[in-house]
């Protein structure tokens, strides 16, 4: 059964997260955040096959943006992966925490909160995985990676309320 626009995401009863839809949203959240700190978890050496694998395939694309040399290509790819992987978790974070603190059945400070701590926790695991480090800078990358994913979902969200 589909969801209708406006729809609670709220069982019968009031309690938040008691909804299929609500879980599902609350189940697709957690299974991202272990998806990206499963990547915290590759060892220095295999994450680097793996951004060399992507460069291989962008170099054509980096090269036109002016970006040049194996460094400066590794550099963007390993960035652009935490934008993307945090923009997806800001799109996912709308319908887990947004709509439900709009709604009244969370704090607003909650998915915030957890939004700026998933990026934090991801660092530190990094931190202790051998040849791998951890970075201020890279948590900074993925709050605006959060933050844009979340503004998309929005203006989505937006979107389609004018247009029904």
């Known amino acids: ?42 060892q220095g050496p295999q994450s680097s096959l793996e951004s060399s694998r992507v460069v291989a395939v962008v170099a054509p694309l980096l090269n036109a943006l002016g970006i040049t040399g194996e460094a400066a290509m590794s550099f963007a790819v390993r960035k652009t992966a935490h934008f993307l992987e945090y923009a997806v978790l800001g799109v996912l974070a709308m319908p887990t925490f947004l709509v439900p603190a709009r709604e009244g059945r969370l704090p607003r400070w909650l998915g915030p909160l957890v939004v700026i701590l998933v990026p934090m926790a991801d660092e530190t695991i990094q931190r202790f995985v051998p040849g791998r480090e951890s970075s201020p800078r890279d948590v900074l990358i993925d709050l605006c990676g959060a933050a844009a994913g979340t503004f998309v979902a929005i203006l989505v969200t937006r979107g389609r309320r004018r247009a029904a």
């Open 1 to 42: 059964m589909r969801r209708k626009s406006g729809e609670s995401t709220v069982s019968k009863d009031g309690r938040l997260g008691t909804s299929t839809h609500h879980r599902t949203w609350v189940l697709v959240f957690c299974l991202w955040v272990a998806f990206v700190w499963g990547h915290s978890l590759v």
